[in-house]
């Protein structure tokens, strides 16, 4: 027997052996869907979080709304509690990137809505006074007002791995006062808000 088969019977039974083993499949398998599973994992934590916090800004409208239509007037500083409040509704998001703008709409006796008596807002642009307001139709009632919540959220996933940019998430809501038939505004708006620390 020549050396070259001698070598080749062992050889070929250790190849048969290897051929033959099945020990690391998983591992092999694991690898290969490895990057799937992290793609769904991160995928599904920036969309859960992107609801998440478009729910609150939902809930940060109809709170701030409602206890504004819940007055029949307002002043400066009560104004800037309900204003800062809505920082606490949005919590335990970063309030930083939270603006609110609550506003008085009045529907004159053609249909017409336009921003009255006040608009504050925080971390935001309030409306000016006079300002057109497009109402959905169901709410055009004539020589009526109601109180306008506009919150808006820029949200920046942390991976950025899916959703890549920032999400602007915003809601608006109108109410109509509930211990008259208009709130009076404050004097003036509050000023400019510091967030409250998170």
């Known amino acids: 027997m020549t050396l070259a088969r001698r070598l080749r ?16 499949t998983s591992a092999i398998e694991f690898a290969l ?15 859960s979080n992107a609801i998440a916090i478009d729910r609150k800004v939902t809930l940060t409208a109809r709170t701030v709304t409602d206890l504004v239509s819940r007055a029949s007037s307002i002043s400066t500083g009560d104004m800037e509690d309900v204003l800062i409040a809505s920082a606490a509704v949005i ?12 506003s008085e709409v009045y529907i004159d006796n053609n249909g017409n809505a336009k921003v009255w008596g006040f608009s504050c807002s925080y971390q935001g642009t309030p409306r000016n006074i006079g300002d057109p307001v497009t109402l959905p139709p169901q709410l055009t009632v004539n020589n009526s007002y109601l109180i306008w919540g506009e919150a808006q959220y820029s949200y920046t996933p942390p991976i950025a791995y899916v959703i890549s940019g920032t999400l602007n998430l915003a809601d ?8 008259s038939s208009s709130v009076t ?10 967030p409250p620390p998170c």
Request: aromatic share 12%; proline share 13%.
């Open 185 to 194: 505004g404050p004097p003036s708006c509050p000023g400019t808000f510091t």
């Open 172 to 179: 608006q809501i109108f109410m109509s006062p509930r211990m």
């Open 91 to 102: 919590s335990p998001y970063v309030p930083n990137y939270l603006s609110f703008t609550v």
């Open 33 to 47: 869907l490895l990057p799937v599973i992290l793609t769904v994992y991160i995928a599904g934590t920036e969309i």
């Open 9 to 24: 019977h062992p050889l070929a039974r250790l190849a048969a052996a290897f051929r033959n083993d099945r020990c690391g």
